[in-house]
């Protein structure tokens, strides 16, 4: 049986990595335009591809990186820059300009659920350090179970928050929306620098 110091101590953990609450605003700048059902497949498709990929780093741990030869801070780096690219598409609303000039109505409107919400907003360099940690607290497959309940939990929550980004949007209004998509593209560049300095800090690269 799980203890359940561990539990709380763990979901707090992975909660505040993952950030519901900063990630829900995103998913909604991310999917403006789309109606509730297309918003709901999005979430969707977006919790089940983070909860797949964070349940193979629970399971195998630093041995997936390792094997095809990649440090966490070099996936630090990565990660960094691809939310990097995100941010620039929010910032000048690329996304925008390319969705006028698509004529199909599938084109219309991309799918960001697997980039960038799965990766690396949800499942990034720090939920998957986190979940590789809470796996190691107890050795062997009790470890492994314990982290991936943890994991579920969570996104569980995250879920959640994103089921309700319908509602976010009609309180914002589309005037609303693009201010917020402006903010957090501003954001998002920050917090993909500070992604790439961690990195290139473990590397000697920065102070």
């Known amino acids: 049986m799980m203890d359940l110091a561990f539990f709380i101590t763990a979901f707090t ?24 059902r ?32 990649i440090s966490m801070e070099a996936f630090k780096v990565a990660g960094g820059a691809l939310l990097f690219l995100t941010a620039l598409d929010m910032l000048f609303e690329r996304r925008t300009k390319r ?6 109505e599938e084109e219309e409107h991309p799918d960001p659920s697997v980039f960038p919400l799965a990766i690396p907003l949800v499942a990034g360099p720090g939920s998957i350090a ?7 607290q107890h050795p062997g497959i009790l470890g492994i179970f314990e982290a991936i309940l943890v994991m579920l939990a969570v996104m569980a929550v995250v879920l959640t928050f994103f089921l309700s980004g319908g509602l976010i949007a009609r309180i ?21 620098v500070q992604f790439i300095l961690d990195g290139l800090k473990a590397f000697g690269f920065a102070s």
């Open 38 to 69: 297309a918003r709901r497949k999005v979430a969707l498709r977006t919790c089940a591809v983070a909860s797949g990929i964070l349940i193979a780093f629970a399971a195998f741990g630093e041995a997936v990186l390792g094997f095809v030869g």
């Open 172 to 192: 914002l209004g589309k005037t609303g929306l693009n201010v917020l998509t402006r903010l957090l593209g501003m954001l998002l560049a920050a917090l993909s």
């Open 13 to 36: 953990t992975l909660f505040v990595v993952i950030d519901p609450f900063g990630t829900t605003p995103i998913f909604v700048a991310l999917t403006q335009g789309m109606d509730s």
């Open 130 to 136: 986190t979940i590789i940690l809470l796996a190691g």
């Open 99 to 104: 969705r006028e000039d698509r004529v199909e």
